[in-house]
T-cell receptor, first 113, second 113 residues
Framework: ETGVTQTPRHLVMGMTNKKSLKCEQH?????MYWYKQSAKKPLELMFV???????ENNSVPSRFSPECPNSSHLFLHLHTLQPEDSALYLC????????????FGPGTRLTVL | QKEVEQDPGPLSVPEGAIVSLNCTYS??????FMWYRQYSRKGPELLMY????GNKEDGRFTAQVDKSSKYISLFIRDSQPSDSATYLC?????????????FGKGTKLTVNP
């Protein structure tokens, strides 16, 4: 595997379900990011982890819970989501010293029914 | 006023045309300017990176930054059907002690054979 991978690529869940998104980077980076991409809206930064420590929570609702066990893996745990949370969730990574140069995964297309 | 304005299009051109994509911004603190390309069902990939006013060329692509007018452009010469994608402008700014990317909404481009 190369670059940034994300699983699953597609996810459909009900509002009462609990699911997790997974991201893995194979680039030797030490910063990881979660973004939300909705139709006709700019990419929204959700969380930032530097050296597996959370350094940014961009006022994200608590129904989204990130986890970063090491610099290569990032999870986004989802529970009691709302239909408006349906979007493409993108993971990215970079060197901590170069947050201006981020590499993105393919994203997880999430649909909340 | 939004920090970054980008016309979402869609933009449709014939093969071989010169394409001009643009973003305007309001925050003079933006330091670095990027263009990302996002193919359908893929994550964004970094296409061009500039940090000063002027032009930067890479093959058929030219990125232009005009800091005095707060305006950036991406030109694609001899456009190809494989250039069909959504193009996102992004700018970096130091905020809250760390550097962040602020994205435009993206312009969807279709190059017709």
């Amino acid at each position: 595997e190369t670059g940034v991978t994300q699983t699953p690529r597609h996810l459909v869940m009900g509002m009462t379900n609990k699911k997790s998104l997974k991201c893995e980077q194979h680039l030797g980076h030490n910063a990881m990011y979660w973004y939300k991409q909705s139709a006709k809206k700019p990419l929204e930064l959700m969380f930032v982890y530097n050296f597996k420590e959370q350094t940014e929570n961009n006022s994200v609702p608590s129904r989204f819970s990130p986890e970063c066990p090491n610099s290569s893996h990032l999870f986004l745990h989802l529970h009691t989501l709302q239909p408006e949370d349906s979007a493409l969730y993108l993971c990215a990574s970079s060197q901590v010293s170069r947050p201006d140069t981020q590499y993105f995964g393919p994203g997880t297309r999430l649909t909340v029914l | 006023q939004k920090e970054v304005e980008q016309d979402p299009g869609p933009l449709s051109v014939p093969e071989g045309a010169i394409v001009s994509l643009n973003c305007t911004y309001s925050n003079s603190a933006f330091q670095y300017f990027m263009w990302y390309r996002q193919y359908s069902r893929k994550g964004p990939e970094l296409l061009m990176y500039t940090y000063s006013s002027g032009n930067k060329e890479d093959g058929r692509f030219t990125a232009q930054v005009d800091k005095s007018s707060k305006y950036i452009s991406l030109f694609i010469r001899d456009s190809q059907p494989s250039d069909s994608a959504t193009y996102l402008c992004a700018m970096s700014v130091r905020r809250g002690g760390s550097e962040k990317l602020v994205f435009g909404k993206g312009t969807k481009l279709t190059v017709n054979p």
